[in-house]
T-cell receptor
Framework: QKEVEQDPGPLSVPEGAIVSLNCTYS??????FMWYRQYSRKGPELLMY????GNKEDGRFTAQVDKSSKYISLFIRDSQPSDSATYLC??????????????FGKGTHLIIQP | DTGVSQNPRHKITKRGQNVTFRCDPISEHNRLYWYRQTLGQGPEFLTYFQNEAQLEKSRLLSDRFSAERPKGSFSTLEIQRTEQGDSAMYLCASSIRDRGEKLFFGSGTQLSVL
């Protein structure tokens, strides 16, 4: 079992829909959780950053962390065609850099249909 | 532009040739990371620096790979005697030393080994 599991998709939804993206993990030491957005042939762009359990909202984006279930989610409201990208979850125990730093999921390819 | 800069954006080389990539991090960031990403996968850690010191190298990094960060500023990643399996996107990221790594990525260098 990989440390971080993420459904690669593709996930295709109509414009304006609410999108739900999820990751599960196995390492209970993870306490920093991030979502990155990656457009084709570009580097990942930090979208959301949360510490421990709870919710964080930023515009149309909401990140949720449930440490008891080892489950994190990203919700996108009023989805737009420009949201079409690959969304990568990433997490860290916060103990330092390198291999103890970020562990990424494989990414979910999201397509918003106009 | 104050983001992470990587050059070149694309590199096509023949098997057996040497290649070198450059990364210029965000100026106030003292940590610099190299990741590798193949199609359909999340980024995988290769190595990282704190200032000029290379603190960790992944088992993925064979002896053909070498990275430097002279004077703690820009970094170079060199691959000697390239193999077709080296074809990937090479991503550079930087961060301020902190608990919970908030990494900012460059646009990457896409390497194709023919």
């Amino acid at each position: 079992q990989k440390e971080v599991e993420q459904d690669p998709g593709p996930l295709s939804v109509p414009e304006g829909a609410i999108v739900s993206l999820n990751c599960t993990y196995s390492n209970s030491a993870f306490q920093y959780f991030m979502w990155y957005r990656q457009y084709s042939r570009k580097g990942p762009e930090l979208l959301m950053y949360t510490y421990s359990s709870g919710n964080k909202e930023d515009g149309r984006f909401t990140a949720q962390v449930d440490k008891s279930s080892k489950y994190i989610s990203l919700f996108i409201r009023d989805s737009q065609p420009s949201d079409s990208a690959t969304y990568l979850c990433a997490m860290s125990a916060g103990t330092g850099g390198g291999a103890d730093g970020l562990t990424f999921g494989k990414g979910t390819h999201l397509i918003i249909q106009p | 532009d104050t983001g992470v800069s990587q050059n070149p954006r694309h590199k096509i080389t023949k098997r057996g040739q040497n290649v070198t990539f450059r990364c210029d991090p965000i100026s106030e960031h003292n940590r610099l990371y190299w990741y590798r990403q193949t199609l359909g996968q999340g980024p995988e850690f290769l190595t990282y620096f704190q200032n000029e010191a290379q603190l960790e190298k992944s088992r993925l990094l064979s002896d053909r790979f070498s990275a430097e960060r002279p004077k703690g500023s820009f970094s170079t990643l060199e691959i000697q005697r390239t193999e077709q399996g080296d074809s990937a996107m090479y991503l550079c990221a930087s961060s301020i030393r902190d608990r919970g790594e908030k990494l900012f990525f460059g646009s990457g260098t896409q390497l194709s080994v023919l």
